[in-house]
């Protein structure tokens, strides 16, 4: 978790003599280089990709590629902030909450369009974040996490308490998002639904690789490796790290939004304390500090629920025991991937692929050898 | 007037819950420089294998002695088997180890026994006492608490200040280098730690369980009180948790009573916050650097 990822960007002269074969360093070279020419070019081909996804799936597993995709809105905040700033946060279902009830209310009370009032629900939480932020930028490791948990287990109140504004247990309801009608009349609004929250979800990801890609995610890394090397570089510390919250925040936000939008409510039973041990569960099994480390994370939200099911159901184990089913495998992933795979599933993908990048390489080399 | 005395009755003796609760916290923060975030769920164990014996008909105080044993062994194992491992580690592994902890002893929980909670009998009556004609909210049972919990803090004190033992485990939780060099087991003292601290722990659950109910959930808001009251009174001093512990209680008491009990968490949060602002080492602590 804590390897300094050394980024200098050597211009290694080309050898001009030597025959680029195909002129493959060249474009690689600029390809390495231009971080948004690269996003560029993940954003329209998962877009594409995602759309097509959803063409292909049924209403059902419509339904769970929006949630899929909300969750990874999340979760790529999450994972950013705890694999790159080196800070915990086990607040974010409660910042969930905030912008689901935010997009919640303006959409249902406020009647704005849905664009704006997700807008609006990434700004609130954008403004919490700072605040939580600016709190927790004074706070290191075991304290975060317990001024987080506190954060998680108080904010739920608030929906209680003002029950008038806030509609207490029930929540506030709100009208499925309009299909737009050049779909035609039988687009089903669960393909919409996943629409919107992976339109969501794309942007959140192309933001965050272009940030990460930048000088501030190499400032997170300074920070998150050794804060007092950081400040004697000239970084503030403080401001470095109440910018990742807060922009982790803004994600959080921006799912909670698009919570509010597919399962059209907001209500406290939907922010558990557990859902933010969910959260937390699924970017570290998923692979801490990458973006498809969250993707990994989103999935087994979404799926291991629905296995955990029919493997009670097929071993006809009692309902108390099938409930627990995923509460039970988080915990035992999280201990296990803490003491002996930190890298989640995303570090086993990416060891498996370079052990096979390996081999290629060492099997062309030695057919070079021969030839 | 009666209600204001009522509410101060009424913090004292949940503040005393949250007071050994914290003790717990402390005792594992000085042994090993862990947040045991699985207290919580620690004690919820330990409470549900008291609840179980007394079910069966068996007198309350061997339900009692039973969470005490299985708490000492429990902390003694984790301990061993887990945390040992992240010790050495960075702090954020140890802080989502005992996360995963917590998940995983309230997914077992439930799966053994259920997520409905159940009721838990109280050791001594809950009936208030009556002075000059109006029932306080302070029973025999609250006054039992309040004794329990003063009664453990001077044994712990005792144990730390008067025994070779308490040298020891201090020794270690100090200077683990030297104290190895002057013939201290520190790995062995660690364990003792924590077990003295799931012991505690494990009787603050039987204590708070009749009016919280036990459940895989139930104590949840108790380890965050804790947390809040260990930060108030200083995370490294015991005397802190136990002052921290009363005060938070108290104030709780009060957010309830006058302004709803909904917002109790967040009163909770607000003291976590202004404490970490204003003395960030808490009440009873030196000014502190950060080490290098």
Redesign the interface.
Known sequence: MSRVEARHEVDRPTPSGAPSRGGEPGALRWWRRHTLARSLTLLVGTALALGLLSELLNEYRDLQLADAAYYFAVLAGLSVLIGLSGQISLGHGALMAVGAYTAALLIGNEHWPLVPALIASVFVTTVVGVAVGAAASRLRGPYLAGATLAFAVGLPGLAYQYSGTFGGANGIAINPPAIPSALGSSFPLERWEAWIACAGAVLVAFALYNLTHSGVGRSWRAVRDDEIAATVSGLRVPRVQALAFTLSAACAGLGGGLLAVVLQLANPGAFPLVLSFYLLAAVVIGGLGSLLGAAWGAAILVLLPNWTHDLAQSFSLPDKVGANLPLAIYGLLLIVAMLAWPSGIQGGVRAGAGFIYGAVRARRAAGREIG | MTQFINLTLNGISTGAIYAVVALALVLIWRATR??N?AQGAMLMFTTFLAAIVIEAGNPYWLGLLVALASGLVLGAVLERV?IR??ESA????????T??????????A??????TPRSFPAAFSIQGFEVGGTRLLFSPNDLFIVLVVFGVAGGLALLFRMTTLGLQLRAAAFAPEVARLQGVRVGRMFTIGWALAALVGSLAGVLVAPSVFVG??QF??IL?YA??AA?LGGLDSPLGAIVGGVILGLVLSYVSGYE?S????????AV??AT??IR?GGLFSPARE?R?
């Open positions: 862990i947040v975030f887990l491992r992240v960075p702090p954020l592994n140890a802080v989502i180890v996360l995963g902890l917590l998940v995983l002893l309230e997914a077992a439930g799966m053994i026994w259920g997520n895989p959930n949840d808001s965050i947390f809040v930060v709803g909904a917002l109790a968490p967040l009163a909770a949060l976590l916050v970490l602002m960030p950060r290098v």
